[in-house]
Nanobody
Framework: QLQLVESGGGLVQPGGSLRLSCAASRFTLDYYVIGWFRQAPGKEREGVSCISRSGGYTNYADSVKGRFTISRDNAKNTVYLQMNSLKPEDTAIYYC???????????????????WGKGTLVTVSS
């Protein structure tokens, strides 16, 4: 079973940056789409971004477009989420998740995910 571990969360001031990592073990990430999701206190979990198997296709929630960038390094079995210009409303637990697919160049955030990490907390506050 694919295992995912998130890291890189923490406390940052508004306008600051963080880079989250999602490291996979037991299986290669080559065959998986990876998505980042977040859940703020008292709110439902929402999709933030996803990246295709090839890395050539990405998708973002409107709330993070232009500020967040998702990327993957299959050689390191790791996916990243670079978060810039952070706002207090970005405060949440961030999860990475994966689903397997034969499609190289597409990702769908609304699709059900097969595997989830345990999350990393991001707090944006002055």
């Amino acid at each position: 079973q694919l295992q995912l571990v998130e890291s890189g969360g923490g406390l940052v001031q508004p306008g600051g940056s963080l880079r989250l990592s999602c490291a996979a073990s037991r299986f290669t990430l080559d065959y998986y789409v990876i998505g980042w999701f977040r859940q703020a206190p008292g709110k439902e979990r929402e999709g933030v971004s996803c990246i295709s198997r090839s890395g050539g296709y990405t998708n973002y929630a409107d709330s993070v477009k232009g500020r967040f960038t998702i990327s993957r390094d299959n050689a390191k079995n790791t996916v990243y989420l670079q978060m810039n210009s952070l706002k207090p409303e970005d405060t949440a637990i961030y999860y990475c998740a994966a689903y397997s697919t034969t499609v190289q160049a597409m990702c769908i955030m609304s699709r059900g995910m097969d595997f989830w990490g345990k999350g990393t907390l991001v707090t944006v506050s002055s």
